[in-house]
């Protein structure tokens, strides 16, 4: 069997690899046929009001990096307060909810 290679790329938020969702602006920057199943990598712009509900996963870590703005976390019984520059793993906890909840007056934009 013979293993695909990956191969360096370069890509931007664009109309081609974006799509409005809940509300929301997701860029593509990198999806599971880009790494070969192993993570995929979206710009959003969520706009407050417009956040998910609460969920879990149950087979993702989630990495979240807010470019502008404030987004507030709820992981389980956690917390977080999140603002321009920062980092958050949310790993994965199968029988845990998540949700979030955009602090921005308008909107926010930020990776994950």
Do not use: K
Request: charged content about 20%; some cysteine.
């Amino acid at each position: 069997m013979e293993t695909a290679t990956l191969i360096p790329f370069e890509r931007r938020a664009s109309v081609e690899n974006s799509v409005w969702q809940m509300g929301n602006l997701f860029s593509f920057l990198a999806n599971a046929q880009d790494t070969h199943n192993q993570f995929a990598l979206m710009e959003v712009r969520a706009r407050r009001g417009f956040e998910p509900p609460p969920h879990t996963h149950s087979r993702d870590d989630e990495a979240f990096y807010v470019l502008e703005g404030a987004i507030e976390f709820h992981i389980g019984d956690q917390r977080i307060h999140a603002q321009s520059g920062s980092f958050v793993f949310a790993p994965l906890f199968p029988t845990a909810q998540r949700d979030m909840f955009n602090e921005c007056h308008n909107e926010c934009h930020n990776r994950y």
